[in-house]
């Protein structure tokens, strides 16, 4: 009887460590599964882009694409104001783009000529020399599009960055200013301007009278 109990104690010894390794086993596959959830949920949340910032990398490509586009356009409707709120909008590296200076700076300008307020006018004297003393040639286009600007600084100042810009893409257009705009300052510097590119003075015939 004695050798019977002992044999049943030593089945249940058995089977309760059989148990407590399958237990042990069930709970390591419980942890290794686990582990391999967290592992993918991390790699996703490491290589997918945080909510938003696509987004807002996207708006500021747009705003930028939108200011290179019109800003000429609203400067001479004299939404200058609208130009320098976007601009301080934009991300640092768009900001320091020659093209997004040259559209800060004739705003500035723009402004103070219209609205007499003098903060725009000791901005714009701060930051004119930067444009009128570069050689970089990718605001040309927005430069020659403000000679047509319907204030007489403005054009003077715009037909003079032109030539000191050099770019010979502005000729044509300096050229039809020198002959036909109504102020003699402005026709003036644009004769001087297109002289400067062109590398010689304008024909008789096309002369400012």
């Known amino acids: 009887m004695q050798s019977k109990g002992v044999f049943l104690l030593l089945e249940e010894s058995q089977s ?7 237990e042990e086993e069930d ?5 290794k599964l686990l582990a391999t959830h967290f592992l993918v949920i991390f790699l996703f949340l490491l290589l997918s882009p945080p909510s938003g910032i696509g987004q807002i990398g996207s708006e500021a490509s747009d705003r930028f694409a939108y200011l290179i586009e019109n800003g000429a356009r609203m400067i001479r409707e004299n939404e200058f104001e609208k130009i320098l709120d976007m601009i301080a909008e934009l991300p640092s590296e768009k900001k320091g783009d020659f ?3 040259a559209l800060e700076n004739s ?3 723009k402004g103070y000529v219209v609205t007499k307020n003098k903060v725009y006018g000791k901005r714009w004297e701060v930051s004119y020399k930067a444009l009128i003393y570069s050689t970089d040639k990718s605001a040309t286009p927005i430069l020659v599009e403000l000679l047509r600007d319907d204030n007489l600084y403005v054009r003077a100042f715009t037909a003079k960055a032109l030539g000191f810009i050099g770019d010979k893409r ?10 036909k ?3 003699s300052r402005v026709r003036s510097r644009a004769k001087w301007a297109y002289e400067q590119i062109f590398g010689g003075k304008l024909l008789a015939e096309e002369n400012v009278e």
């Open 16 to 22: 309760c460590q059989e148990r407590h390794r399958k």
């Open 27 to 31: 709970i390591k596959r419980g942890l």
């Open 99 to 101: 093209r997004v200076k």
């Open 107 to 109: 705003a500035y300008l």
């Open 170 to 179: 502005a000729l044509d257009e300096l050229k039809r200013v020198a002959r």
């Open 181 to 183: 705009d109504e102020s």
